[in-house]
Structure formats: C-alpha cells, structure tokens
C-alpha cells in the first residue's frame, strides 16, 4: 500500500533568516555607497580648493564642500587667519565685546561659534545703543535664532543706514558662522560706536568661495579688505601735516619726536621725571596731567586723577583730564581721541604734544 507523498514542511523561520539577512546586506550596501558618495563629494571639495593658484586648505571641513546644485560657500585661507595682524583684529574684538558686557557675565571665547545664533549680538547692541530689543532671550531652534538676527540685523542698518555704508553681512552668512561677515559686522559696530579700541590697519584676507555647479565643485579666490586706515575708520578730521609726514616724509618724523621730546623734558624734568618714548610714556595720561599743571603753572591735586592707574578706563580718565586742562587754558580741543593716545597711536601723541608745543614753546 503505497503511503500518500509527504508534502515538503514549510521552513517560515529559515525564510524569515535569509530576508532579514539581505535586508541588512542591502542596507549595509546603501550606507556604504551613501559613505562613498560624501567621500567622493569631500574629495572633490578639497581638491577644488587645493588648486595650484593657492596653498593647500587642511582644515577644511567636511561640511564646507557638502553643496546643494548652485550651493555657495565660503571660507577663510589658512594662510590668512595665520597673519599677525588677523590675528590682532580679531583679539581687540574679542576684548571689547567681553569688556562691553562684562557686567552681563558674557565671555565670549571664539565668535563665529559664540555669535552666530544673535544672543551675544542681541545683549552687545542693547548695551552699545542703549535699548532693549524686542526678542525671545533664549531660542534654540534656527528659525527662532534666525528670527532674533533679524531682529537684531534690522536695528543695525537703521543706525548705519544713514552713514551710507555697505552692509557686508545677512542673516544667512552671521548665522552660517562666516567669519568674514561676522567681522565686518563687528568693525562697523566698533566704527559707529567708536569703541574704545585700536583697530589695526589694513587687514585684508583671502576668501576661498566654493560653488557647486553640474554636479562639480568649483573654487575662486577674492581678496576681502576688514579694516582701512584709522581716520578712515573712525571718522577723523581733514587731514593735517602729521598726515603727511607720516605718509610722504617719514625720515624727518625723527626729528619731530626729537624736537617734542626735548620740550616736554625742559619742563618734566622739574619733577625729575624723563621722556624717551613719546608714544608710551604718555599713555596712561599722568605725564600729560602733570606737564599742563608745569605749563600752567598750578599744582594739580592727585584725587583729580590716577597717579598709578592700572585699567585701561582709569588711563582714559587721565587722559581726558589733561584734555580738559588744555581747554581751560586756551586750547582748542585736541583732534586725537584719549582712547587713541592711551592704544599707543604715535599720530595721536604727537598731535596732542604739538599743540601744547605751539603755544608754550617759550614758556621758561
């Protein structure tokens, strides 16, 4: 009696095995190739940048050549943020924000990383101008941040809107950390405010600008100027004979200094006191306040001003004191700031010390 044909046992388990091992093999396959692909795309990125026009770029970020079709970026040359004078700009910012909001208990460490969501540049304009903007204090999301930098950017270009300067900046480029967009909003701050700082002159950097077009990545190389001359800057008075000298005839600036240093000492050296160096010697201001009560034969009283003073604001009231001297005797206030005089700018000294010059050169 033949037996009836077994029917072969279905296997469920070992089915759901092999689909559960080329699932995964199938995912493994897609991530590797999504790996190759940003590979292939950081690659591209780095090898667009590193053309022979221009030193190669080792700190390039995987995230600066992950580009959208017509996707822009830009960054800062390596070589560029080793210049000692970027360097220099980007310090005295950093200072004068933290001394700006010393009282909030703000410090701000590196910008790009520490600006970009428009807190800090909230709490620093509000001090800088005196108002209180209406935003959220904290927001996490990006188009809340987005929403404060707009806030915060629009009440900028009101108050620059009417000096007719170019606004270098967007809220895409601060909030993107770009760090040459965050320094030209800076400066300009630091301009419109005439903070109480010493901007270096005639910073420039080299800007790598990535764009992504068919599908290849392709660099250029523009020359970004941050800074230009003081009076520039700062909005100084028509140019007068110091201008000159300093520009056209440097090799008589000596005997200038010499001819001031030797004025200055015929009258100090009653205190027995001495000057070699015009620009440091009279930057914290007690030089000047005792050489006018010298001139003017008074005594002034030590409570009116710091005799050692230590901080850069107690050098700026010295300053100012002998400056409100000068104009009670006559004359007319000084072009230089106290704040340039107290960073060490010569023009600024020289200026100061040739007034008194002018008037008191024959006085015994």
């Given at each position: ?16 095995k092999d689909?559960?091992f ?14 190759r ?11 667009a ?7 190669a ?13 017509n996707?822009?970026?830009t ?13 220099e ?8 924000i933290?001394?700006v909001?010393?009282?909030?208990r703000?410090?701000?460490?590196q ?51 009417p ?12 909030h993107g ?24 002159e ?6 790598v600008?990535v ?25 100084r008075f ?13 090799d ?12 200055v ?11 070699t ?15 006018m009560?010298?001139?003017e034969d ?8 710091y ?13 100012s004191?002998?400056f409100?001297?000068m104009?009670d ?8 700031r ?7 700018d ?19």
């Open positions: 009696m033949s037996s009836a044909p077994r029917s072969p046992t279905p296997r469920p388990r070992r089915m759901k689909e559960s080329l699932g995964k093999l199938g995912g493994t396959l897609a991530r590797k190739r999504r790996a692909e940003v590979s292939d795309l950081q690659e591209e990125g780095k090898n940048i590193n053309s022979p026009m221009s030193p770029l080792a700190d390039v970020h995987p995230e600066d050549t992950q580009l959208e079709e996707e822009e970026r960054m800062i040359d390596p070589t560029s943020k080793d210049d000692p004078k970027f360097k700009l980007v310090k005295v910012l950093l200072n004068w933290n001394d909001l010393v009282e909030e703000i410090i701000v460490k910008l790009e990383e520490d600006l970009y969501d428009g807190q800090v540049l909230q709490k620093l304009l509000e001090k800088l101008a005196g108002c209180k903007l209406n935003v959220a204090e904290v927001t996490q999301s990006e188009i809340g941040q987005k929403q404060k930098l707009q806030t915060v950017l629009e009440t900028v270009h009101d108050l620059l809107r000096r007719g300067w170019a606004l270098r900046w967007s809220v895409d480029s601060i950390k770009n760090l040459v967009a965050i320094l030209h909003l800076l400066v300009s701050l630091a301009m419109h405010f005439r903070a109480p700082i010493r901007l270096p005639h910073v420039t950097v080299q800007v600008v764009r992504k077009r068919e599908g290849l990545l392709h660099s250029s190389h523009i020359s970004e100027e941050l800074t230009t001359t003081t009076e520039m800057m700062m909005g028509e140019r007068d004979a110091f201008d000159t000298l300093f520009d056209h005839a440097p008589k600036l000596s005997v200038v200094k010499k001819s001031l240093i030797t004025f000492n015929k009258h100090l050296n009653k205190l027995n006191l001495e000057v160096e015009l620009e440091t010697q009279f930057a914290d201001g007690v030089y000047l306040v005792l050489l009560g010298l001139l008074y005594f002034v009283p030590l409570h009116n001003f005799l050692t003073p230590e901080s850069f604001d107690q050098k700026v009231h010295n300053v004191f002998a409100e001297l104009l005797g006559g004359l007319k206030k000084p072009k230089a106290p704040e340039d005089v107290v960073n060490l010569l023009k600024s000294t020289l200026r100061v010390l040739y007034n008194l010059f002018t008037k008191y050169k024959n006085v015994e």
